[in-house]
C-alpha cells in the first residue's frame, strides 16, 4: 500500500509535467484534455472554503485582458485605455449587482485579506476623533483579529472580542452590551470560514444604524453563496474575496457605502489615488473582469445552486450519521453556508484521518494541521473541547461536486473513521463504558 | 504535509494493532498522552522471563503518531526489558524520517514504552510479594 502511495504520487508529477509542457505548446484542446487527466488522479475536491477553482466561462471572460486588450483602466486618451476602463466598469456594476449596491461604492483589492486590512485601520484612522473602540468577535478571520491585534498594540485602537454562542453565533445582545461611546466600528464575518454558521446580519446592521456606529462584515465566504443585500442587511462596509466564489486567485473587493451614511477610509496603499484614492495602484483588468464574472454567475445561479448544494451536503451529512454513532455537527443546523459541513469524529483525531480519507481532499481543526500546535480558536471559541476539536473534518462542497463524488465520500469517510477506530485507545475505552474525562492522562516528558 | 514513505507504510500498513489482556500478570500496559493534546497511546507488551514476547498498540493520534507506536512495537519484539529501555526517540524519528514538527511523537513512542515496562515491573513486583505473604 505504501508503494502504491509513491506511485501514485509520482504518477501526479507525470501527468503535471506533461500539462505544463502542453501549457507551452499552446495547444487549447489538449491542454484542458490534460488538466482533465490531472483531475482524474487528484483527490475529490471538498475544500471550498479554502478556494475554489475558477469557473471556465470566468476564465473565458478573462482570457481578452490579458493579450490584445492590455490597456490600463487609467489611461484617458487612448483606446487601449478605454477598452480596459469599460471592461473594469463592467466588472464593478456585476459585483455591485449581486450585494444591491452602486458600482461606485465597490473598489478593488488584492483580496478579503487586504479589504479587511483597509476597512478596519482605514475607520480607525479616518474616525481617530470620534472614537478608538472596535467590537468584533473571537471567531472572525485571522486577516480581522490580526489587524484588531495590531491596532491595539499601536495603542490606535481598543478591541472588544466578543464570545459565540455554542453554535457559533455572535448575538445582538452580546454587542448591544458591548457598545461605549468609543465604538467607531462593529466587525462581525457574514459567515465563519470553518462552520459557516451565518450571522444575524439583519439585526447587528440595525443596532449600528440606530447607535451610528460602522457595521463592517467580512463576506468572503458568504458573498455569492448566500443572498446579501447591504441597504437591507444595514451593512456599511464589506470584504469580498475573487477565489472563493470561482473567480481568480489575487482579486477581491471592498463595498464602502457611499450614503446613508458616508463612509470615509484612510488608506493603507498610497500612490496615484486609484479606487477614489482609497486603494491605489494600477488595477488588474483580466483580475477584475473575472471578479465581474463570477458575481454575476452567482447571482443568476445561485438559487438553483444552493438547492442542489444543499441536497448534498445533506446526503453527505445523513450517509455518514446512517453509519457512525459518535458523530457531532460543529456551527448552527440552520443559519449555516449550503456548502458547509464541519464535523467531528469522536475518539480519531483529524490529521489521521485525512491521512486515511487519502482521495478526499478536505480540511481539520486538529493542531497537527496548524503551524501552531493549537487545535482551531473557532471551535474552541465554540465551547467544542480540544479534544473534538482534534477531530473535526470541514468538508466544504461546491459548484462542481457531483453527486457520485458525495456518494464516494460518504463510503471513504466511513470506512477511514471505522479503521481508525479499531485501532484507537480512546475509542476502546468509551466502549469498555470507560468516562475519558475522569481519566488521569499522562503528558511526555518533554 | 508530505509524508516519508516509511511513515505511509506504517500507517497503512500499522503492525501489531491491537490489545492484550490487561489481567495478564506478564503483560505491561502503557498509557501516555492525552485527547486534548491530539495524541494518545497505549502500548502494550507481554513479558516471559527477561523476553519481550509480543507487544501491541492502539493510537489516537495522526498519521506519525500511529506510525511511531507501530514501528515501537515492531522494535521492542524479541528484545530483553533491558534492551528496550534503551530505545531513543532520536533512532525513531530518524527510522520514520519525522520533521521537526512531529518529533513529539516519537517522544510519546518512547514514553509509552517505559511507561510499559514499569507497568509490567509494578505487576510482577506485586505478584513477588503476595507469593511471599502466601508463604
Ligand atoms: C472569512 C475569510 N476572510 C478572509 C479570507 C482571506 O481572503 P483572501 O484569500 O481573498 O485574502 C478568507 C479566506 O481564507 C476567509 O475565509
Not at chain 1, 103 to 122: H, L
Not at chain 1, 338 to 360: C, H, Q, R, T, W
Not at chain 2, 39 to 68: H, N, P, W, Y
Not at chain 2, 86 to 93: F, L, P, R, Y
Amino acid at each position: 500500500m505504501g508503494d502504491v502511495e509513491v506511485d501514485r504520487n509520482r504518477s501526479l508529477e507525470l501527468v503535471i509535467s506533461s500539462v505544463v509542457a502542453q501549457n507551452e505548446q499552446g495547444n487549447n484542446e489538449e491542454r484542458l484534455m490534460s488538466v482533465e487527466t490531472v483531475m482524474a488522479k487528484m483527490p475529490i475536491y471538498l475544500d471550498n472554503h479554502a478556494t475554489t477553482p475558477m469557473d471556465p466561462r470566468v476564465f473565458e471572460a478573462m482570457t481578452p485582458y490579458f493579450l490584445g486588450s492590455f490597456g490600463n483602466a487609467a489611461s484617458r486618451n487612448h483606446a487601449f485605455g478605454w477598452v480596459a476602463e469599460k471592461a473594469v466598469e463592467t466588472a464593478r456594476e456585476q459585483i455591485a449587482a449581486l450585494i444591491g449596491a452602486n458600482s461606485k461604492e465597490i473598489v478593488f483589492t488584492s483580496g478579503a485579506t487586504e479589504s479587511d486590512n483597509i476597512a478596519i485601520k482605514g475607520v480607525i484612522e479616518m474616525y481617530a476623533e470620534k472614537g478608538n473602540h472596535i467590537i468584533t468577535a473571537k471567531t472572525e478571520h485571522k486577516a480581522v483579529l490580526d489587524t484588531c491585534k495590531y491596532l491595539e498594540r499601536l495603542g490606535k485602537a481598543e478591541v472588544t472580542y466578543l464570545d459565540p454562542d455554542t453554535d457559533g453565533r455572535i448575538s445582538v445582545e452580546s454587542i448591544q452590551a458591548a457598545i461605549t461611546d468609543k465604538t467607531v466600528l462593529i466587525a462581525v464575518m457574514a459567515a465563519n470560514n470553518e462552520i459557516g454558521t451565518i450571522a444575524p446580519l439583519k439585526e447587528i446592521g440595525a443596532l449600528a444604524k440606530e447607535k451610528g456606529i460602522f457595521f463592517f462584515t467580512d463576506a468572503a465566504q458568504a458573498v455569492g453563496r448566500i443572498p446579501l443585500d447591504v441597504n437591507e442587511l444595514g451593512i456599511d462596509i464589506m470584504a469580498i474575496s475573487g477565489h472563493k466564489i470561482y473567480g481568480p486567485k489575487g482579486i477581491g473587493a471592498l463595498y464602502v457605502r457611499r450614503r446613508r451614511p458616508r463612509v470615509r477610509l484612510t488608506p493603507v496603499i498610497h500612490g496615484g489615488g486609484h479606487e477614489r484614492g482609497m486603494r491605489s495602484g494600477t488595477l488588474p483588468v483580466p483580475l477584475c473582469v473575472g471578479l465581474g464574472k463570477a458575481c454575476e454567475i452567482a447571482g443568476a445561479e445561485m438559487e438553483e445552486e444552493n438547492k442542489r448544494i444543499i441536497a448534498l451536503r445533506e446526503k453527505l451529512h445523513q450517509g455518514i450519521l446512517e453509519k457512525l454513532d459518535y458523530v457531532s455537527l460543529n456551527g448552527h443546523p440552520e443559519h449555516r453556508l449550503p456548502n458547509n459541513l464541519n464535523i467531528s469524529f469522536a475518539y480519531v483525531e483529524g490529521e489521521g484521518l485525512m491521512m486515511a480519507m487519502k482521495d478526499l481532499a478536505v480540511s481539520s481543526g486538529s493542531a497537527c494541521t496548524s503551524a501552531s500546535l493549537e487545535p482551531s480558536y473557532v471551535l474552541k471559541a465554540l465551547g467544542v473541547g480540544d479534544e473534538l476539536a482534534h477531530s473535526s473534518i470541514r468538508y466544504g462542497l461546491g459548484r462542481f461536486t457531483t453527486e457520485e463524488e458525495i456518494d464516494f465520500a460518504i463510503t471513504q469517510s466511513v470506512e477511514a473513521v471505522s479503521k481508525l477506530r479499531e485501532m484507537s485507545p480512546l475509542y476502546e475505552m468509551a466502549q469498555e463504558g470507560i468516562d475519558l474525562a475522569t481519566v488521569q492522562w499522562q503528558v511526555p516528558h518533554e | 504535509m508530505a509524508y516519508s514513505d516509511k511513515v505511509l507504510d506504517h500507517f497503512n500498513n500499522p503492525r501489531n494493532v491491537g490489545s492484550l489482556s490487561k489481567a495478564d500478570p506478564e503483560v505491561g500496559t502503557g498509557v501516555v498522552g492525552a485527547p486534548e493534546c491530539g495524541d494518545v497511546m497505549k502500548l502494550q507488551l507481554k513479558v516471559r522471563g527477561d523476553i519481550i514476547e509480543d507487544a501491541k498498540f492502539k493510537t489516537f493520534g495522526c498519521g506519525s503518531a500511529i506510525a511511531s507506536s507501530s514501528l515501537a512495537t515492531e522494535w521492542v519484539k524479541g528484545k530483553t526489558i533491558e534492551e528496550a529501555l534503551q530505545i531513543k526517540n532520536t533512532q525513531i524519528v530518524e527510522e520514520l524520517a519525522l520533521p521537526p514538527v512531529k518529533v513529539h511523537c516519537s517522544v510519546l513512542a518512547e514514553d509509552a514504552i517505559k511507561a510499559a515496562i514499569a507497568d509490567y515491573k509494578s505487576k510482577s513486583a506485586a505478584v513477588v510479594t503476595e507469593e511471599v505473604k502466601a508463604d
